[in-house]
């Protein structure tokens, strides 16, 4: 069955780096694009960032454009998001989801405070 | 970019049809998707290019569209369908937009 499981989160102070990884299993993963999507506490969600299935293509949510970096490694169905210069509002749960047609399959999120 | 623009709340009594609407120009164009997060959990996928329904989401979520607004109608909402709904659309770069949620209170 499609699993996807997020790790790396946790407490940051502002200006500070996080990397994010995304373990995919249950699938071929190098078939499928991927993306992150994060949520702020009490908040909707927000789309962050899209890679597609070869890596030669790469999104981003207007606010995060320039300071986090979505990468995969297809030989170890991974995906990463590089977070560099975060700011309080980066502060969430990051989640990692499969589209097909819509996003059809995530992950539990993993949480990112960046607090001083 | 755009946005997608869905009611903060919407509130029914049990066995009555619950609809959330979702609007922007966009929406004439693109197909929209919806998700269905329950407190403390991941999203789930329960509706899929305006109409189609996953395997396993109920009969009773259906999707429709016209012009620029699509609605999602919960036919006899249950209180297990108590949870944030949210829209969601994607450009031919497959870079995706949120609605704000609504909150759905049966």
């Known amino acids: 069955q499609v699993r996807l499981v997020e790790s790396g989160g946790g407490v940051v102070q502002p200006g500070t780096s996080l990397r994010l990884s995304c373990a995919a299993s249950g699938f071929i993963f190098s078939d499928f694009a991927m993306n992150w999507v994060r949520q702020a506490p009490g908040k909707g969600l927000q789309w962050v960032a899209v890679?597609?299935?070869?890596?030669?293509?790469?999104y981003y949510e207007d606010s995060v454009r320039g300071r986090f970096t979505i990468s995969r490694d297809n030989s170890k169905n991974l995906v990463y998001l590089q977070m560099d210069n975060l700011r309080y509002d980066d502060t969430g749960v990051y989640y990692c989801?499969?589209?097909?047609?819509?996003?059809?399959?995530w992950g539990q999120g993993t949480l990112v405070n960046v607090s001083s | 970019s755009y946005n997608l623009i869905q009611p903060p709340s919407v509130s029914v009594s049990p066995g009555q049809t619950a609809r959330i609407t979702c609007s922007a120009d966009?929406?004439?164009?693109?197909?929209a998707y919806w998700y269905q997060q329950k407190s403390g959990q991941a999203p789930i996928l329960i509706i899929y290019?305006?109409?189609e329904r996953p395997s396993g989401i109920p009969e009773r979520f259906s999707g429709s569209s016209s012009g620029t607004t699509v609605t999602l109608t919960i036919s006899g909402a249950q209180p297990e369908d108590e949870a944030d709904y949210y829209c969601q659309s994607a450009d031919n770069t497959a870079s995706c937009v949120f609605g704000g949620g609504t909150k759905l209170t049966v």
């Open positions: 290019k305006d109409s």
């Open positions: 890679i597609w299935y070869d890596g030669s293509q790469k």
């Open positions: 989801a499969r589209p097909t047609s819509g996003l059809d399959y």
């Open positions: 966009v929406l004439s164009k693109q197909f």
